[in-house]
């Protein structure tokens, strides 16, 4: 004899994932002021998946779901991206990686534990942000691709001089010769207003065609 099916959700479970919602919605909101790749809506799926699937796991006596995190990679995975001057994503893929574990702490239970881990994770999203910012300015790096007028190696050697004038290190990273033109791969380092002022230089000298 075939039994009916029976759907029962209790109120702690609604409460869980009313939970988990709510911490996904203050990490969302975070991202999604910032314009990133995963926003408003994603952190909210991610920390409601997570609690499912840990609910879904301990209903079966499986305890936590640890599978949870091995998906995540691959969501993670999708926003990092890497071009010639960088690699970014890597922020909001910590944070899609962090929401899991929140939906996790969500869906087993534990309130405290994903409350507190949601406000310090929006603490070091924010304010952790403007010591960044001042970090990267007193010490900013920036790739000039350089490409000269001609191929006289003499005027590599004066933009060095003009840079080291400008308080700034500068670390040839590649030099090549394309048909007429020399073209070097410089990594500058230094102060933020001076790399700017190292802009207006060299948009003005004739020896460059571009950079």
Same mark, same amino acid.
Request: glycine fraction near 10%; charge should be neutral.
């Given at each position: 004899?075939? /039994?009916?099916?029976?759907f ?10 009313? =939970?988990?919602? =709510?911490?996904?919605?203050? /990490? ?15 952190i ?5 998946g997570s609690?499912? =699937?840990t609910m ?10 640890i599978n ?13 991206f ?23 702490a ?10 507190i881990?949601?406000?310090s ?14 970090? %990267? ?6 790739? =000039? ?6 191929? %006289? ?9 003009i ?7 500068s ?12 073209q070097a791969?410089?990594l ?5 207003q001076?790399?700017?002022?190292? %802009? ?7 020896q460059i065609?571009?950079?």
């Amino acid at each position: 004899m075939q /039994l009916p099916l029976q759907f029962q959700i209790t109120d702690e479970e609604l409460l869980k994932l009313g =939970f988990a919602i =709510f911490c996904g919605g203050l /990490l969302g909101m975070e991202r999604q002021y910032k314009n990133k790749t995963a926003g408003f809506r994603t952190i909210i799926l991610i920390t409601l998946g997570s609690a499912l =699937f840990t609910m879904v796991a301990q209903k079966a006596g499986l305890g936590v779901n640890i599978n949870v995190i091995t998906g995540i990679g691959f969501i993670g995975a999708g926003v990092v991206f890497k071009d010639n001057i960088g690699v970014s994503g890597l922020t909001t893929a910590a944070v899609i990686w962090v929401a899991a574990a929140i939906g996790m702490a969500a869906g087993a239970g534990d309130y405290p534990l994903a409350l507190i881990t949601t406000v310090s994770t929006l603490l070091i999203l924010m304010l952790f942000s403007l010591l960044e910012r001042y970090i %990267d300015k007193v010490h900013h790096d920036k790739l =000039f691709i350089i490409v000269f007028a001609d191929t %006289d190696y003499e005027n590599l050697v004066m933009v060095e001089e003009i840079i080291k004038s400008h308080h700034l290190k500068s670390r040839r990273k590649q030099i090549n010769k394309i048909g007429e033109h020399l073209q070097a791969t410089l990594l500058v380092t230094g102060h933020l207003q001076y790399i700017a002022q190292l %802009d207006e230089k060299l948009l003005v000298m004739s020896q460059i065609r571009s950079f």
